[in-house]
């Protein structure tokens, strides 16, 4: 009874390399929502997407970050030429149709040195 | 816009006292209701929601909120925390419509001693 797995769950880069995170939501559910929660803040919502689709991206910056969900396979959360400021913690949710609470990964814990 | 205050960052408190963490909310349109906590090192996990009827919702392990409209506030209460009750918690609502994104407050970390 898999919840939301997340992976990595940490992850070190250095300033202009790719970080890719990777969800997959739990079973059954077909919405994926991505949040950024930076150091001492609560969370901030970045994208939500069903499958193959984009429906809300209003909290992604509007450079280097981009977000998929295929067909197949987990949802790929992907931040180009990483700089400090990217350093944080990145939660993934998922949730059934409708209004169905979602529900959290443990998250992806970013560094950027 | 939704947007959601938590009017206090930390609470300490003493192992057995009673609680309260407080969340204000502000939205144009009719919203859900979610309070979430986070151990240290982990995701979030769903404390309680409100989403229609009974404006008192409870969790299973003594916690309560009430859904109060005029006040356009979902307070959290514990009569009796414990040690194990120390964590961060997130008030969180989202539109009852359309987008289903989550806007969080700040948190509150709440630290028991004994």
């Known amino acids: 009874n898999a919840g939301v797995m997340q992976n990595p769950r940490h992850l070190v880069r250095r300033r202009g390399q790719e970080a890719r995170l990777r969800c997959s939501p739990m079973k059954g559910h077909s919405h994926v929502y991505w949040y950024r929660q930076l150091p001492e803040e609560g969370l901030k919502f970045m994208v939500y997407l069903q499958k193959e689709n984009i429906i809300d991206e209003s909290g992604m910056p509007k450079e280097r970050f981009s977000a998929e969900f295929p067909k197949e396979g987990p949802s790929i959360l992907r931040i180009q030429q990483v700089v400090r400021g990217d350093s944080a913690a990145y939660f993934c949710a998922s949730s059934g149709a409708g209004n169905q609470p979602q529900h959290f990964g443990d998250g992806t814990r970013l560094s950027i040195l | 816009a939704q947007s959601v205050t938590q009017l206090d960052s930390q609470v300490p408190v003493f192992e057995e006292a009673p609680v309260e963490l407080r969340c204000n909310y502000s939205?144009?349109?009719?919203?859900?209701l979610f309070w979430y906590v986070q151990y240290p090192n982990q995701g979030l996990q769903l404390l309680l929601k409100y989403l229609s009827g009974s404006t008192l919702v409870e969790s299973i392990n003594g916690f309560e909120a009430e859904f109060n409209k005029s006040q356009t506030s979902f307070h959290l209460r514990k009569p009796s925390v414990h040690i194990s009750d120390t964590a961060e918690y997130f008030c969180a609502v989202t539109i009852t419509q359309g987008a289903q994104k989550l806007v969080f407050g700040q948190g509150t970390r709440l630290t028991i001693n004994p």
């Open positions: 939205s144009s349109v009719s919203v859900y």
